[in-house]
């Protein structure tokens, strides 16, 4: 499993600098984080208990437990609640067919903004005319993950792609420490860790939670420079699926770029 709570707990503390803390750290330290025996004692527990939760050997921390594990490694609200969703015993396997309702389908066609349904995995599983026209990659079927990556023409069309890299992957991330783990995302992260160094570097990063919602900026290679508002919507009683849309500020020279890419 990628996401399990020992490696969470491992990646988290190496981030923390013992200065950050209160630690001194020594001449002769040779680790850049927290110390399983630090982090033991600031969340208030034995290194020895410690070692076994993060060894994953049956230590069933309380929830107490592990808000205090969560207050010393400074996680935020998302990373806290990844905690404890990782630590939840015999989480279920996810195994559904990712299929878009009739009803969702109906709604995007009828939609005069770029709408892309994207599933657990990050594929597109559904989009619009606007959306394809917005970039090739917005089609169903394609992984939006591996080629915004991977695809050498998806990170020209993102000028802030080092902030939408690391979006997807906060929430891949937070998509694995879910309520059922799907062995298609497990796979996906061992092949993208092994293919692209800065997929690796977030993901060991070990940042939870999507971009919030807020300006996209990208370079069409037909219409130039587009400065898209951007929202993500949970499909309710999908199984994980989001909406993704993209509009253009009313009387903006991106509204007038964008009517020249409608269909």
């Known amino acids: 499993m990628v996401s399990s709570l020992g490696e969470y707990l491992r990646l988290r503390r190496g981030q923390i600098r013992p200065q950050d803390v209160g630690l001194v750290p020594g001449p002769?330290?040779?680790?850049?984080?927290l110390r399983r025996e630090e982090l033991a004692a600031l969340a208030g527990i034995s290194a020895d208990y410690y070692l076994r939760i993060e060894q994953g050997r049956n230590a069933n921390p309380s929830d107490q437990i592990l808000d205090a594990l969560a207050r010393a490694l400074r996680l935020d609200d998302a990373?806290?609640?990844?905690?404890?969703?990782?630590?939840?015993?015999?989480?279920?396997?996810?195994?559904?067919?990712?299929?878009?309702?009739?009803?969702?389908?109906?709604?995007?066609?009828?939609l005069g903004v770029p709408a892309v349904v994207v599933g657990r995995c990050v594929d597109c599983l559904a989009s619009n005319a606007l959306a394809r026209a917005l970039s090739p990659n917005y089609v169903a079927g394609t992984n939006v993950l591996r080629q915004l990556f991977l695809d050498p023409a998806d990170r020209l069309l993102h000028v802030d792609w080092?902030?939408?890299?690391?979006?997807?992957?906060?929430?891949?991330?937070q998509v694995a420490g879910g309520e059922a783990r799907d062995p298609r995302l497990?796979?996906?992260?061992?092949?993208?860790?092994?293919?692209?160094?800065?997929?690796?570097?977030?993901?060991?990063?070990?940042?939870?939670?999507?971009?919030?919602?807020?300006?996209?900026?990208?370079?069409?290679?037909?219409?130039?420079?587009?400065?898209?508002?951007?929202?993500r919507l949970p499909i309710p009683d999908s199984g994980g699926q989001h909406l993704h849309l993209y509009h253009a500020v009313p009387g903006t020279e991106t509204a007038q770029r964008m009517g020249l890419l409608a269909p």
């Open 186 to 231: 497990d796979d996906l992260v061992q092949e993208m860790c092994e293919l692209s160094p800065r997929f690796r570097t977030l993901w060991h990063r070990a940042d939870v939670g999507y971009r919030p919602a807020g300006e996209s900026h990208m370079r069409h290679p037909v219409v130039g420079e587009l400065r898209l508002r951007r929202t």
């Open 79 to 110: 990373g806290t609640a990844h905690l404890h969703q990782l630590a939840r015993e015999n989480q279920p396997v996810y195994d559904g067919a990712e299929v878009v309702s009739a009803d969702v389908l109906s709604l995007i066609d009828q």
């Open 28 to 33: 002769r330290r040779r680790v850049d984080g």
């Open 162 to 173: 080092e902030d939408v890299t690391a979006g997807v992957v906060g929430g891949l991330r």
